[in-house]
Every structure is written in structure tokens, then in C-alpha cells.
């Protein structure tokens, strides 16, 4: 099967090369030559790499460039089984791409969207064939990150979206299907990690290197949620918060923090300007956290029963199943352990005991607890059971 790519940038590019690689000719279109011959280069280093690294052969990684095809035209996407949009995240510019798509492709060949936060209905709703229409959503770098939302639309015919997820996983990834809600998995359960801390912060409940630490060295995150966020950039991590909330309808749990607009506002995004929770510049001073490890399990804990809080809640309104949450966040966000495990581990009831004490104090719906997560703790469950034939 032809596989056709909507944009050259980083995750055109990449879902580009990931499909040539599983074997597939790729045509990949951008209307910027230059952007085009950028991203030529920027595959063909790419591979270069995992074949130095022993992840492809050379003949393999060769293989792989000489099946994309670079162009300009839409013509050349008429015998393509799956178009791929990889543009910028604006609702009326990725309608209007596949409006012009529809006119070239065959009427069984399949349209899919990259968006990370757009509606996927939205964007179908524009087609004329909406029923071939998914949501793929791959992780930045496409060619390194293992986890791909598969997302249907509510007019996605049935069936469609277990085919595109059998694809994917033939690909060497590893497919999650996800009801087209905001933020799809990983952007929704993940708004705890960064907003929890937060308001630890302005609280002056402790400092950044100091929540940091907790959460690395006590919880066994890769990153704490302060370096995180300047890594991925405030520019990207507070629109993002700012698009959930909305889609939401301003749903408390994931309003977005002051603090942090304060910075995207003053230009500090992060490492790529060189400040933002942190400061990068030459010679800047690195803080030390405050080792305390009754204050750093008490963060933890906080942190961590909210995200077990949002995990609960998108399983209990049927967002993906269990096993889709877990693969989601060890996967996409590289979390230690699947939210879901983690509670088990803890016990229910403390995690829901976190939430309710959260509640009490503050009186906000931020801290209310799901439902599910409420009834299961009542009831002595675990999301896991560990007896022959139980089933969640």
C-alpha cells in the first residue's frame, strides 16, 4: 500500500520515514520546496543514525530513503491506500487539506489526521467520504516513540479504526484506541504531573528543584514536571493545558496556572529561550532541593493520586480500556509504572483518602474524585485483580 504524508516538518517527516521503513512507498508532500529538501536531509540523517546505532542495517536504512518520493503536486496521492495530514494544529486548514484530498484519492482510500489536540469529528465532518476518516496520533520523534493514538471519529465507519491499529502495530508500534475526547490519553491524564505541581509551588509548599527530586528520586519519573515542562517548551506545554480546559468547558481539573502564563507571556519558554522555571544561561546557578523525604512522599503522593485520579476518570467514562491507559502513559510519557497498577499498589483507599483530605481543605471540584475510583475503593477492588477469571 502507498502511503501519502500532508507536510514535511518534524512529525511529517518522521511519520514519512517511519512508513517507509515497515516497507510502504511513501509520497511526501509539502508546498515549500525548501522545507522539502530540509526534510530529505533530516530523514536521511535520521536513519544514518539508527543504522549506526545497529537499529537498521545500511542496506535496510538505504532501502527505507530510496521509498519516499518528495512532491509538491496532490496528483501523485491518486493511488495512495492511507493519506496521512501532519500540518499545523488549525481546525479550517486541515478541513480545507482534506477537501482537496478527497478530489484526487480513491473513495476506499483512508484519511487521517495527526492532530494531538483537534477534534477528530471536526475535522471529518468537512469530508464528503466521512466514514474513512481516523485520528493517528504518533509522538515526536515518530521514528524513536513506540505509542500511536488511534483515534475514530464518531462518523468513522465500524471496524475501520481496529483495521488502522492492526497497521500500525505491523509498523513496530505500539497502537492504543481512544474515544475522540480532548486531549485524547496522554494529554488529558498527564495535566496533573505539570498543574499539581504547580500549585505546589505557588503554594510554597516547596520549590521547583525540590518537587523535582521528589518526583525523580522518589517516584522514579525520568524528569520532574518543572524540567519537563521547560524542556518541552511553555509556548507548547501551556497552550496545550489551555486547550483541554476549554474543550472541557472549563472544567476545573484542568484549569491552567498563572504562573505558568506569566512566563509564556514574558518570553520564557524554557530551555529554547534560555529561562523559565529554571534558568539556562552560561554559568547560571543550578538550585539544590531540600532533601526531605517526608516532604518530597508528601508531594509525591499529592501528584500522584491526582493522575491516579484522571486515569480512574477516563477509564470509568470509557475513553480506552484499562490496558490502553497503562501502555498509554509508560509508553508515550515514559511514566515509571501504569497509573492504574500504581494504585493498586498503593491501595485504593489511600489514594481516594489523598483526594478526599485535597477536597475537604480546599473545596474545589479540581479535587473531586471519580466515581469509579470511589465505588472500587468503597468496595475493596482493584483495577487488576489478581484471582483466576476475574475481569475489571
Known sequence: MTIGIIGSG???????????????????LDQNQTALQQAAQRIRQ???????????????????FARIQFTENQADFADCGLVVEAIVEDLAAKQQVFQEVERVVSTDCVLATNTSSLSITSIAAACQHPKRFVG?????????????????????????ADEVRALVQSWGKRPVLVQDTPGFIVNRVARPFYGEAIRLLEEGVADAATIDWAMTELGGFRMGPFALTDFIGHDVNYRVTESVWTAFFYDPRYRPSLTQKRLLEAGYYGRKSGRGFYDYAPGAHTPSPTRDEALGQAILHRILAMLINEAADAL???????ADLEVAMTTGVNYPKGLLAWADELGLPQVLQTLDDLYHEYHEERYRASPLLRRMAQAGQTFFPTEAGATL
Open 10 to 28: 518534524a512529525m511529517g517527516a518522521g511519520i514519512a520515514q517511519v512508513a517507509a521503513t515497515a516497507g510502504h512507498p511513501v509520497w511526501l
Open 46 to 64: 535520521s536513519l544514518d543514525k539508527l543504522a549506526e546505532k545497529g537499529k537498521l542495517t545500511a542496506e535496510d536504512a538505504v532501502g527505507a
Open 136 to 160: 493517528i496520533h504518533f509522538f515526536n520523534p515518530a521514528p524513536l516513540m513506540q505509542l500511536v493514538e488511534v483515534v475514530p471519529a464518531v462518523q468513522t465507519r465500524p471496524g475501520l
Open 316 to 322: 470509568y467514562l470509557r475513553v480506552a480500556t484499562a
